[in-house]
């Protein structure tokens, strides 16, 4: 088996563990908590009701893209270069397996430590985004919508996902934002990751690229 090969199934596996679980996480629920709930018990200015996480759908809908056209040639003799999918690496894999192991520890109330695990999934997605050159590469427009898109639309929510995840945390072990008022503590977040994320070497921009633009609007 080859490098390629062993990546191409490594990212469906990921994808479809993923699915899984977040589809287990609804049906059964995890922990006998449902996502809106477990939202809901955390409330503060910044993190988002539950019918937002919905988002999760889309989100998978743009993976599935990404997984069918990665592996479309494992089974022809004829391969297929794909320059991106040594880009990515084993990041979506480490991605998937920080997702799966986030839900668990969300829905069973481990607050603090599901936030190690959300930001290794968001480290990876960094990783991948900046590897892929998204919104500075020129790549064909097939490769861009399912490859460049599906992970531009992951790192944007996963991102404002963290902030919500930090303020979450703050909540659970009872900070209450060190006596500030919470509109001037929790608006503070956002604006400290912005600032932290535009003066990094490794800064990133969501709506970087032509179809994201759109989103962002």
Request: glycine share 6%.
């Amino acid at each position: 088996m080859t490098k390629k090969e062993l990546l191409q199934i490594l990212n469906i596996i990921g994808f479809l563990a993923t699915v899984i679980v977040n589809f287990l996480a609804v049906l059964l629920p995890i922990g006998g908590n449902t996502t809106q709930q477990l939202s809901d018990d955390l409330p503060n200015l910044f993190v988002p009701a539950g019918i937002t996480f919905s988002i999760w759908t889309f989100i998978y809908i743009f993976l599935g893209l990404f997984s069918v056209y990665q592996i479309r040639d494992i089974f022809k003799t004829e391969k297929i270069e794909m320059k991106y999918l040594d880009d990515i690496g084993y990041f979506f894999i480490i991605g998937s397996i920080a997702n799966v192991i986030w839900i668990f520890l969300w829905h069973y109330k481990l607050v603090p430590l599901s936030l190690v695990f959300m930001i290794i999934l968001l480290l990876s997605l960094i990783m991948i985004y900046l590897r892929l050159k998204i919104g500075k590469s020129e790549v064909s427009r097939i490769e861009k919508v399912a490859v460049h898109v599906p992970f531009s639309i992951y790192l944007g929510w996963i991102t404002v996902a963290t902030i919500a995840n930090v303020t979450a945390v703050i909540v659970d072990i009872g900070l209450n934002g060190f006596g500030w008022p919470e509109e001037a503590f929790f608006g503070l977040l956002p604006s400290s990751f912005n600032n932290s994320s535009n003066n990094s070497s490794c800064s990133y921009n969501f709506c970087n690229d032509s179809f994201t633009q759109r989103l962002c609007l």
